[in-house]
């Protein structure tokens, strides 16, 4: 009988704590949110067997803290203490696929932080050798972010080794990447992405992007046209425009507006990211 009540007293007071702990963390400001975490050997010997479950659970404090943010849009999110917690998580458990798959959709766009990324991604599939996925990302992010096209190739065969029937994997790698191709690669990307995305914000983010990149897509399409009728460069998009190959300048999703640098590439004065005005900044 005593045995029973002591247990019903520890279920009272775990139960009042954790209520008051909730309450805690929920008033603190979403940036706060997400903490800092030990080294992983730490976390793990604390944790003994549930490591796993530990690693699972920081990734999923990264995708709230990320996505309260951005639908925030009051501040922008604190990148370093978001790779320091998945690198944790990553450590912790080397085949938390979730862990890798956020950081390849966020921390490489987002933030340029495209060697800690591959980083993750290459300790990922070290341990994740059957999964096509991370040499497939890998490749992607030495070829579009690092123009490295020797180990974007290597990535990518062995990205057609695990999966075969997607023939242009090996076709791709054999041949990597032809001057030009960047636009149609991230298209093709971005459409592996998509569908993987258990996250709205992220998916939000990679469905805009995917919108971005068929308007730069549509740009290039005519760009190439023009030189081909006229035997020369459009000295702008409207030319383009007059020449009847665009029936307008596209809309950029991002806010921004397409232009023509000085070598001819279509760039955005958005840089592809979303133009949105920060509270309590861009004041007088």
């Not at 950081?103 to 990922?124: N, S």
């Amino acid at each position: 009988m005593k045995r029973i009540a002591l247990l019903l007293v520890f279920v009272v007071l775990l139960v009042g704590n954790h209520v008051g702990l909730t309450g805690v963390r929920d008033a603190r400001p979403p940036e706060a949110r997400l903490g800092f975490y030990p080294p992983a050997p730490v976390i793990k010997a604390l944790t003994a067997d549930q490591y796993q479950f530990t690693s699972q659970l920081i990734s999923l404090q990264c995708l709230f803290y990320f996505g309260t943010l951005v639908e925030l849009r009051s501040q922008a999110p604190d990148w370093w203490r978001i790779y320091r917690a998945v690198y944790t998580s990553t450590r912790l458990d080397p085949y938390n696929m979730d862990a890798y798959y956020f950081a390849q959709a966020v921390l490489t766009w987002e933030t340029g932080m495209t060697q800690q990324a591959i980083e993750l991604l290459e300790h990922g599939f070290a341990h994740r050798t059957w999964d096509w996925y991370l040499p497939f990302y890998i490749s992607f992010d030495y070829a579009f972010f690092l123009k490295d096209y020797e180990k974007a190739g290597m990535y990518l065969a062995k990205a057609a080794e695990l999966k075969p029937e997607v023939e242009w994997y090996a076709t791709l790698a054999a041949r990597y990447f032809y001057e030009g191709g960047s636009t149609a690669l991230a298209l093709a990307y971005l459409e592996e992405m998509i569908p993987a995305a258990r996250n709205e914000a992220i998916k939000k983010r990679l469905v805009t992007r995917a919108e971005a990149f068929e308007k730069v897509l549509q740009i290039e399409e005519a760009i190439a046209e023009y030189k081909e009728r006229f035997q020369t460069n459009p000295e702008d998009l409207g030319r383009l425009v007059r020449a009847g190959l665009l029936e307008r300048i596209p809309h950029d999703p991002y806010g921004g507006e397409f232009y023509l640098d000085e070598q001819g590439r279509v760039r955005t004065t958005s840089k592809l990211v979303p133009v949105e005005k920060i509270h309590g900044s861009h004041k007088n």
